[in-house]
């Protein structure tokens, strides 16, 4: 169950900060996995490409800051994956049927119209051509968006949690932050930050409804 961090010392929230892939969508290995087979390429090779290669991860990374585009990245990321891979729309292909998590989102509605402002702290992996965010119809949930590629800055950096805070006008001890990332937590919990962990999303709307007291109501 995620957990959230003590909160004996802080307020009382008044901004939720969310991570946008595996929070506001489905966990995408599953769908990374069955994209790769339908490409003819090993189920892992998605996961296998982007964090074990080297090249993999430095177009990767050099995505998430904005030192080169989707476009470039689809070009050197489908060489990687095979001589027979297109490049074409390559993040888009392997991205565009993953789910939303309707149930975060709803969660994010119940949380806007209680008055808490809502944050997006997304590591990008590009906009265009394929954009994620518009694809999943979130965006205008949030007050704020700090998206890596245009601010230069990427989690775990402690410097994108903070711009967060001063985009939003509150102090850590007012925010809850959600992430599927373990790794990314400790820097927004040193700032003061209500961390939760999302592994399941039942289990972390719940949480979410406990900290905030709201209801999120999934729409008919």
């Known amino acids: 169950m995620p957990q959230p961090t003590d909160t004996a010392h802080h307020q009382a929230p008044r901004g939720l900060i ?3 892939a595996g929070v506001l969508t489905a966990d995408p290995r599953p769908t990374h996995r069955a994209w790769a087979e339908s490409e003819g390429l090993h189920a892992e090779a998605w996961r296998a490409t982007l964090n074990d290669n080297p090249e993999g991860r430095r177009l990767y990374s050099a995505l998430e800051i904005g030192q080169i585009g989707q476009a470039e990245w689809n070009e050197g990321t489908a060489a990687l994956l095979g001589a027979d891979v297109d ?5 888009g292909r392997a991205w565009s049927t993953v789910p939303p998590a309707r149930h975060m989102a709803a969660l994010a509605r119940a949380a806007k119209d209680a008055g808490y402002l809502l944050a997006l ?3 990008s992996f590009g906009l265009d051509p394929f954009n994620p965010y518009d694809h999943v ?3 205008d949930l949030f007050d704020v968006h700090v998206i890596s590629e245009a601010v230069g800055l990427a989690k775990p ?3 994108i949690y903070q711009l967060a805070l001063d985009k939003l006008g509150l102090p850590g001890q007012a925010c809850v932050f959600v992430d599927d990332h373990p790794v990314n937590l400790p820097p927004a919990e040193a700032l003061g930050i209500t961390t939760v962990l999302a592994q399941d999303e039942v ?4 949480t979410l409804e406990r ?3 709201v209801n999120a109501v999934l729409p008919v």
């Open 203 to 206: 289990k972390t709307v719940t």
């Open 157 to 159: 950096d402690k410097a």
């Open 137 to 139: 119809g979130i965006w």
């Open 87 to 91: 490049a074409r729309n390559l993040m």
């Open 211 to 213: 900290l905030l007291g």
């Open 18 to 20: 969310l991570d946008f």
């Open 121 to 123: 702290l997304s590591n």
